[in-house]
């Protein structure tokens, strides 16, 4: 782990709905450099199981030791266009207990726990700046870079 960007966002500590700007911000930007995605979730999330079945082509995978299904594939238009226009539940919550987004097999973007950890792998300057940029009043950072001299 060279330069690694990780997030986390108390959700407990907001009264009323979690504001997800910051998440749409990360996946906006960052799905951009992905050609595959995987999704994790848990096996009683059958709501939105069905609903990957369906709006998605693709693979699903169950992870039965994990008590999850995994869904995995190529990163088209269309699938971009489903994430960023129903990415939330009923409640307003991102609704994937993760995702992650890989470039030729190597995973650089993570966003778990329903959006409230994201883990970048080897951000660039400007990125980590437009990530700070949009964090919420909640959030907390760790910024590890093995890199630096110091």
């Not at 990957?52 to 869904?71: G, P």
């Not at 489903?82 to 609704?95: D, P």
């Amino acid at each position: 782990m060279e330069n690694n960007f990780f997030i986390y966002v108390n959700f407990s500590e907001e009264n009323g709905t979690q504001d997800y700007k910051y998440w749409f911000s990360f996946i906006k930007y960052f799905i951009k450099s992905a050609d595959s995605i995987e999704f994790h979730l848990w096996n009683e999330e059958v709501e939105t199981i069905k609903e990957l079945s369906l709006k998605t082509d693709l693979k699903k995978i169950c992870l039965d030791r994990l008590k999850m299904v995994s869904f995995v594939g190529d990163i088209n238009q269309n699938l971009i266009n489903y994430i960023l226009e129903e990415s939330l539940n009923n409640h307003g919550e991102v609704k994937w207990f993760s995702i992650f987004l890989k470039f030729k097999g190597n995973l650089f973007f993570e966003s778990s726990h329903w959006g409230s950890e994201i883990n970048i792998e080897n951000p660039n300057e400007n990125e980590i700046k437009m990530i700070k940029s949009v964090l919420p009043k909640n959030a907390t950072f760790h910024h590890f870079n093995n890199n630096e001299s110091g």
